[in-house]
């Protein structure tokens, strides 16, 4: 490298004043940025270290029994139509990487469909291993980056809850269906 930049020097290109220490490490470096202060590898290493295993950390936080839709009674709990789904909706919209309404649209279509396909008779246990299905698209979209860690914990977490035609019809598709309606305020189209 230091036979490059002889050479760009002969040529007139480019001269020493453009090197920087790194306030880091030290390590001599040229920034890309005259602003920039660290050299890659040191930002590098800080911008892994304050971030999660995909670059990104949850801003959903959820109770140890979330998602425990029913009341005693066996009526789904208001909060799952108002404050928590606002909740969720609003760390979404916050959540990096984005989440666009088109992805967030994906996951709902694919819980509609087999709300239609249940209501039109398909045995329960094949709906459960469609809606089980979500598990793995969301890890899947989460490690490309595609969708938010707060996503992928959110349709984890419900996913797990839905044993039974009653916690699928009257607690997640209720639940995923507020969550949806508020994020038409927070998301990107």
């Known amino acids: 490298m230091p036979d490059m930049r ?14 920087r ?4 490490c030290g390590k001599t470096f040229l920034p890309k940025e005259p602003h920039h202060k660290v050299c890659y590898e040191c930002f590098r290493k800080e911008a892994g270290a304050s971030r999660g295993p995909r670059g990104n950390r949850p801003l959903l936080e959820f109770s ?20 928590e789904a606002k909740r969720i909706a609003d760390a979404l919209g916050q959540a990096r990487p984005k989440m666009t309404m088109h992805q967030l649209r994906a996951f709902y279509q694919h819980v509609k469909r087999q709300e239609g ?10 709906v459960l291993i469609e809606i089980a ?48 309606a508020y ?4 998301l990107e189209r």
């Open 64 to 83: 140890p029994d979330y998602p425990h839709y029913f009341d005693a009674e066996g009526v789904l709990k208001p909060e799952f139509v108002t404050t």
């Open 117 to 126: 396909a249940l209501k039109n008779g398909r045995a329960l246990g094949e």
């Open 183 to 186: 994020c038409s305020g927070t």
């Open 6 to 19: 002889d050479a760009m020097k002969k040529v007139g290109l480019g001269d020493s004043t453009c090197e």
């Open 133 to 180: 299905k979500l598990k793995p698209f969301a890890n899947e979209r989460a490690n490309k980056e595609k969708i938010p860690p707060d996503f992928e914990l959110f349709i984890s977490r419900n996913v797990a809850t839905v044993n039974d035609e009653k916690t699928f019809l009257k607690g997640f598709v209720e639940h995923f269906q507020a969550v949806v």
């Open 21 to 24: 220490k790194c306030e880091r």
